[in-house]
């Protein structure tokens, strides 16, 4: 993305403007932001005209999120709930397959009750990792169904899974698990919270990214 | 569309800016002449959202330029109101009338 006298507007609020913009605006809000960023560098300067196009970015991304969700409520709904029912079956599958795995090696490479400490720390790492993982594939599915509002559909529920499930953990058995694991239960706690459903987002973004280079491309043979 | 819809707000004033540059108009031009008349800061997102909307409605169509090299080979798109949109836009200018009409403590304020 450059234009005549050689500066580029700052790229990752471009690339996040790309990854919320529908295909039929892709073109026409990154040609107008680059435009009215040449005109304001070439009055102001570079750093101002930086400062404009974040400005600019922010503001355009908050309103292509709330207008994604007005124009497409039904799709976007549909895509949120696909994600939900996915991880109501499958959010145990990433632990149980761990254990499984891990319990494997233990009973045929390391000798009964030897190293335990080891094998709680693999398996806690295991877990986490395989949260974050799962995270990132549900990410990715619900974003693939929810064609033009990939980053609509996977915040949402990426807002609504990660507190609400901290939330009832906490109030349905926290008090319990504190007393049993007490400060151990933070990194999963974090993770639950802030990091699913972090990758949740990420997996659509992968996506979104994905067919915005994909329309370019096309774009680019066509024209 | 019913004959009872009316534009809200936004979208009376950017349907007026379209008609205002006619056949200049697209996202920068539509922007900065709300800017420049109104002298409220728009941004690009809000007006795309609202041309969005009224598209939707059948108040006004669009179709994209050339590719030009300030803009990094990206296209502008242009649009232009419908009769439809001018429809609404005389509604709710009409509506808009029959409500001030009378009313002094508004042209007191003018």
Redesign the interface.
């Known amino acids: 993305?450059?234009?005549?006298s050689g500066a580029h507007p700052p790229r990752i609020a471009a690339w996040l403007v790309d990854l919320f913009t529908s295909n039929e605006?892709a073109?026409?809000?990154?040609?107008?932001?680059?435009?009215?960023f040449?005109a304001v560098e070439s009055k102001s300067g570079v750093e101002s005209a930086r400062r404009w196009y974040w400005r600019?970015s922010a503001?355009?991304?908050?309103?292509?999120v709330?207008?994604g969700f007005r124009?497409a409520p039904w799709s976007t709904v549909g895509a949120v709930m696909g994600g939900c029912v996915l991880l109501w079956f499958g959010s145990s599958l990433p632990e149980r397959a761990i254990v499984g795995f891990l319990d494997l090696r233990r009973h045929h490479v390391m000798p009964q009750h030897s190293r335990l400490d080891i094998y709680v720390f693999w398996l806690n790492t295991s877990i986490l990792i395989g949260r974050l993982l799962f995270g990132l594939l549900i990410g990715w599915a619900v974003a693939i169904v929810a064609k033009e509002r990939e980053m609509v559909a996977t915040m949402t529920l990426g807002f609504l899974y990660g507190p609400l499930n901290t939330l009832v953990l906490l109030a349905l058995i926290g008090g319990r698990l504190w007393a049993e694991y007490g400060w151990r239960m933070v990194p999963h706690l974090m993770v639950l919270a802030f990091g699913f459903p972090f990758m949740i987002v990420v997996g659509g973004a992968i996506v979104r990214a994905t067919r915005v280079a994909m329309l370019r491309r096309s774009l680019d043979l066509c024209? | 569309m019913s004959n009872r819809d009316y534009l809200g707000e936004f979208e009376h004033i950017v349907i007026l800016a379209l008609l205002r540059l006619a056949a200049r108009a697209?996202?920068?031009t539509v922007?900065q002449e709300i800017e420049a008349r109104t002298g409220r800061e728009v941004?690009?997102?809000?007006v795309?959202?609202t041309l969005?909307?009224l598209q939707?409605k059948g108040y006004v169509k669009s179709q994209?330029g050339d590719?030009?090299?300030?803009?990094?080979?990206?296209?502008?798109?242009f649009f232009r109101v419908t009769a439809q949109g001018i429809a609404a836009v005389n509604r709710t200018h009409w509506a808009l009338r029959k409500m001030t009409d009378g009313l002094d403590v508004i042209e007191g304020y003018a």
């Open positions: 993305m450059t234009h005549q605006h073109e026409s809000i990154a040609g107008d932001l680059l435009e009215e040449s600019q503001k355009t991304i908050g309103f292509l709330s207008t124009i024209g | 697209y996202g920068v922007r941004s690009i997102g809000a795309y959202a969005d909307r939707a994209l590719p030009t090299p300030e803009r990094g080979g990206r296209s502008k798109r």
